[in-house]
């Protein structure tokens, strides 16, 4: 079975440029979620995709940060204009659904590696 | 709101040894557990998901606990090796209020084994 994909596994950037990461999930995975890790840090959640839809957006910065899930299955998260404090590795996650809840078995793509000097 | 808190940040241990690695959620409304690997520059591994209603689950040498009511999981790794070397990250599903499918992540804990 294949596993969660994202690509770039890198991207160096200058402060207000723009950046995307690519995600897709592993096949029949309902769930997806986009988490950003700072370095010494537990992932901290962006956003939730259940099918095409947001179920969890709280923590995503909207004013800079968005992102879309068209068709239920591979997923974009964009950030425009990039700030310092994004460095970070954005790590993309799949799940299965479980009966009517969320509350399947993660599992995670390698990362994207944001640089922004 | 959910807080997820483990200890210790990091731990050195000579080859061979078992070792135990804590951690702790505030609160006890949850219904999974789930504990990673993550080694240098990649991204996380799932190594043991334990659901409320279970007590333990084991994989090889690896054995995780979980006693709900208290708030605590603990990773049981039994004859370490250098291999074993990595952060190892707890993460709790849920929690009272809204949002309670959500996963909380601890800071991790850094494990390094020394040949």
């Known amino acids: 079975e294949a596993g969660v994909a994202q690509s770039p596994r890198y991207k160096i950037i200058e402060k207000r440029q723009s950046v995307a990461f690519w995600c897709n999930p592993i096949s029949g995975h309902a769930t997806l979620y986009w988490y950003q890790q700072i370095l010494g840090q537990g992932p901290k959640l962006l956003i939730q995709?259940?099918?095409?839809?947001?179920?969890?957006d709280s923590q995503l910065p909207k004013d800079r940060f968005s992102a879309e899930r068209l068709k239920g299955v591979d997923s974009t998260l964009k950030i425009q204009p990039a700030k310092l404090e994004d460095s970070a590795v954005y790590l993309c996650?799949?799940?299965?659904?479980?009966?009517?809840?969320?509350?399947?078995?993660?599992?995670f793509g390698e990362g994207s590696r944001l640089t922004v000097l | 709101k959910q807080e997820v808190t483990q200890i210790p940040a990091a731990l050195s241990v000579p080859e061979g040894e078992n070792l135990v690695l804590n951690c702790s959620f505030t609160d006890s409304a949850i219904y999974n557990l789930q504990w990673f690997r993550q080694d240098p520059g990649k991204g996380l591994t799932s190594l043991l998901l334990i659901q409320s209603s279970q007590r333990e689950q084991t994989s090889g040498r690896l054995n995780a606990s979980l006693d709900k009511s208290s708030g605590r999981s603990t990773l049981y790794i039994a004859a370490s090796q250098p291999g074993d070397s990595a952060t190892y990250l707890c993460?709790?599903?849920?929690?009272?209020?809204?949002?309670?499918?959500?996963?909380?992540f601890g800071k991790g804990t850094l494990l390094t084994v020394n040949p």
């Open positions: 995709f259940q099918n095409n839809g947001v179920v969890d």
């Open positions: 993460a709790v599903r849920g929690g009272s209020g809204g949002s309670n499918y959500k996963l909380t």
């Open positions: 996650a799949s799940s299965p659904r479980t009966g009517f809840t969320n509350t399947g078995e993660l599992f």
